[in-house]
């Protein structure tokens, strides 16, 4: 057995028992990522996956431990893999998005190895593909248990737990999904199923009657939020993307592309068979697109009369919200708040810089490469500040970064504002040409390390009012406020900041037609990206970056590249 392994199934063992733990470990793995053919919804269809597995596996450790994972690509595609929600304290080499930390590992069997330490971290995380859509099979579970220092949940322990990753289905490769979008400049094609633990149906969750159990929930869906429920069962949610929660009972979940939920879930039902389901939530007006997939829990030991049984035999679904349901949405991602460690504070209150960034859809010329683009509509596009994103193709952000040498690469001058102020939210953007044409760039946001960081990021209704999961890499940030409508500074009591326990995230939903409020401190040093978590958006261009420069002493200061760092 290998010896990470090894030393994972002690350290579940002393987490249990309440054991000392001994000093951090080193959890090593390989990944061979290649071709995998698998029968899905009668079909058999070649994907990209890694080790021959779908979902990929899955990794655990301790905080505190070093995760080290070899990456040998023999894949047709080139490829990299992201940590999703892992800070990256001085590994920014390790944090995996294209063109951003690197450039990708070629096909052919070339090999990087990402090393990073897990550092004040502990919860459910997940890690992915971040190049082109081939995160849609190339994705797996990332669990960190508490460390040697704090053997115990801050909730009671559970009886036994579940990992759940929820995704999408393509019976069609998912990169010719992508390249046929980019050729017509418009949206990709749909998915045709939703997934749990990449089945479309058929997945069972044995549970006993009186029992806790913790579900660990991750959507790694590609373009869909989703609502999450268990007939007959309740939740408390005790922590999102890593960060405990103050426990919050609901019973339904509700999950954006990229987010994780840590849900305690209580088998007090009476002893039969119960179907939990994910349903898409949409949130942009007149979309008609849904899909629900389910999973089985199922009592075991049920000790009834087999009248009993054969009463419950029919399987119970949930009462599922409505596809379009933003009130519940938006209930739920508004309701959480965070556990404040020892009941200390810790909410930075002094804000260095402050930023507004408006976000959304707009048009642009289509490209040579666009050939069946309608060149008189153009094409769709996204983008922060009016600046639609644009990856760079001779060297990654973070390495030009680290040389001193931007030229060619990227420039300073993202703008902390909109260049042009206008009614965000209302549906008539969509017929202002002059506001809804972008441009591309490769612009940043340098900051000084230490900076404290308050972004405003403000949805606008440019073809239309969408949630938007936003994902910024190498922190959590606190959300202080959301709402619907524009943002207005100057009415501080009609947005009440959660200065005290506000939740912690690494990606918000912010709502549709609405705009949200983060904050957090600049405190390691690299370049980091922001972006949009649906992935159809992401090639659009909804994304920045931002420069974080090194600290004042060695250990606050970003180290050289590992030797074996992909050159592209």
């Known amino acids: 057995m290998n010896r990470a392994y090894v030393i994972l199934a002690l350290v579940g063992c002393c987490c249990l028992l309440g054991l000392p733990l001994a000093d951090a470990a080193v959890v090593e793995h390989t990944f061979h990522v290649g071709n995998l053919t698998i029968n899905r919804l009668g079909q058999r269809q070649v994907i990209t996956a890694v080790n021959g ?3 990929g596996p899955k990794l655990e450790a301790r905080d ?21 929600g892992v800070l990256q304290r001085l590994s920014g080499w390790a944090d995996g998005p294209s063109m951003v930390s690197q450039c990708p590992i070629r096909t052919g069997g070339a090999a990087y190895t990402y090393r990073f330490n897990i550092t004040g971290q502990e919860g459910t995380l997940w ?3 971040h190049v082109s859509f081939l995160r849609a099979t190339v994705y797996g579970a990332l669990l960190i248990r508490p460390g040697p220092d704090k053997p115990h949940y801050p909730f009671p322990t559970p009886h036994g737990e579940a990992t759940l990753l929820f995704g999408e289905w393509w019976n069609a490769s998912v990169v010719d999904v992508e390249r046929q979008a980019m050729l017509t400049g418009g949206a990709p094609n749909n998915s045709v199923a939703l997934t749990i633990n990449g089945m479309t149906g058929g997945y069972e969750l044995p549970v ?3 029992k806790t159990y913790l579900l660990r929930l991750i959507n790694a869906a590609l373009n869909y939020q989703l609502f999450c429920k268990v007939a007959g069962h309740a939740f408390t ?7 405990y929660t103050d ?3 609901t019973d339904v979940v509700v999950l954006a592309p990229g987010q994780t939920v840590d849900a305690l879930m209580y088998a007090n039902a009476t002893p039969g068979r119960y179907y939990m389901a994910a349903q898409v939530y949409q949130s942009l007006a007149n979309a008609t697109y849904t899909a629900t997939t389910t999973a089985l829990l199922r009592y075991e030991h049920d000790n009834s009369t087999a009248a009993a049984k054969a009463s419950r035999s029919l399987v119970m679904m949930p009462h599922m919200p409505a596809f379009n349901d933003s009130e519940t949405a938006q209930g739920f991602y508004g309701s959480l708040s965070g556990l404040l460690p020892d009941g200390k504070p810790t909410v930075p209150l002094h804000v260095d810089t402050r930023m507004l960034v408006t976000y959304g859809l707009g048009v642009m010329p289509c490209m040579p490469a666009q050939t069946l683009c309608n060149r008189t509509r153009g094409s769709v596009a996204a983008s922060m500040n009016n600046v639609s994103f644009q990856l760079p193709t001779t060297m990654s952000l973070l390495e030009a970064h680290l040389r001193g040498n931007i030229d060619g690469v990227y420039t300073r001058d993202f703008p902390d504002r909109p260049p042009v102020v206008f009614n965000f939210t209302s549906a008539s953007a969509s017929s202002n040409r002059s506001v809804m044409l972008t441009s591309k760039g490769t612009k940043v946001k340098t900051l000084r390390f230490n900076t404290t960081v308050e972004v405003v990021l403000q949805n606008t209704a440019i073809l239309g009012s969408e949630n938007h999961p936003l994902h910024l890499h190498g922190f959590n940030f606190y959300v202080l406020a959301q709402g619907v ?6 009415s501080p009591t009609r947005y009440p900041y959660n200065l005290v326990n506000p939740q912690q995230r690494n990606t918000v939903a912010v709502p549709a037609g609405g705009w949200a409020v983060i904050r957090f401190t600049a405190d390691n040093p690299g370049v980091w990206v922001m972006h949009c978590h649906l992935d159809a958006h992401l090639p659009f261009g909804l994304a920045m970056a931002f420069e974080v420069d090194d600290g004042p002493t060695p250990d606050t200061v970003l180290p050289p590249p590992p030797p074996d760092y992909p050159q592209c």
């Open 247 to 249: 426990p919050y009972d």
């Open 237 to 243: 949610v005790v922590a999102a993307d890593a960060c």
């Open 53 to 55: 597995q779908f979902p």
């Open 64 to 84: 505190g431990d070093t995760v080290v994972v070899h990456v040998v690509n023999y894949s047709p595609y080139n490829i990299t893999i992201h940590w999703h």
């Open 208 to 210: 006993r009657h009186g």
């Open 127 to 129: 890690w992915h593909a």
């Open 485 to 490: 409508g524009n943002f207005h500074a100057r």
